[in-house]
């Protein structure tokens, strides 16, 4: 049975909220996280909100910890998957809520098989190596990157490839302007410098297409 709650997000800057999902058993057992987000923005300049989940049957361990970007007076909606071995329950805080960001954030764990790839994360090299089910893979690449989609049967296709200086001159681009700035796309995947001095990657999630999936990383992640 999938078990689930609600998380209702408060629009305060460092603001932390915390559940927890009963376990099923207390033994360490592989587990699939489903996560479905729901965010808008009302401030002027992007926000974020960072989750944290914790196994609280083992010391409150953290074993993800990821950070949605959310743009300027928009909306983020997202699904992705999570698998992993735990004792649980599991508890989730947000350490990280921007001003002005709102919205639901739902988490459910789900039976194994609607893991996409299983439990645990994908160590192949991948930058969002936690993110099962995501609908690309990034890796880094001489300081730039080559993106790959990822079909619904987990085959892999390259869509686009940057070097280390188009996303340096992106980032200084996005930083001096205030505004967003695409580094590379293809095959509706997208690589953007954030005005904040990140880098967010977006692509349509595979199960459904009209929602976006984002993985937001730090301006030296191939460095």
Not at 22 to 47: E, W
Request: glycine content about 10%; some cysteine; overall charge negative.
């Amino acid at each position: 049975m999938i078990k689930s709650l609600t998380i209702v997000l408060l629009a305060l800057l460092g603001s932390i909220f915390s559940f927890v999902i009963p376990a099923a058993a207390s033994d360490a057992a592989p587990t699939c996280i489903k996560i479905v987000v729901d965010l808008s923005n009302s401030a002027s300049m992007v926000g974020t909100v960072e989750i944290r989940l914790l196994d609280a049957g083992d010391g409150n361990r953290v074993f993800y910890d990821h950070t949605i970007s959310v743009p300027a007076n928009g909306t983020t909606q997202l699904q992705y998957f999570v698998g992993v071995t735990i004792v649980g329950p599991i508890a989730a805080t947000f350490p990280v809520v921007s001003s002005g960001v709102s919205g639901l954030i739902s988490d459910h764990t789900v039976p194994l098989s609607n893991c996409p790839s299983g439990p645990g994360h994908i160590d192949d090299g991948r930058i969002n190596t936690n993110d099962l089910g995501a609908p690309l893979a990034a890796y880094c690449d001489g300081g730039g990157m080559k993106v790959w989609d990822i079909d619904a049967s987990g085959q892999g296709t390259l869509a686009f490839s940057v070097t280390l200086a188009d996303i340096l001159k992106a980032l200084t681009d996005a930083v001096a302007s205030g505004q967003n700035v695409l580094v590379g796309q293809g095959m509706d995947d997208s690589l953007y410098a954030l005005s904040s001095n990140q880098l967010v990657l977006i692509g349509p999630d595979i199960n459904t297409p009209s929602k976006n999936y984002e993985f937001l990383t730090t301006p030296n992640v191939c460095l």
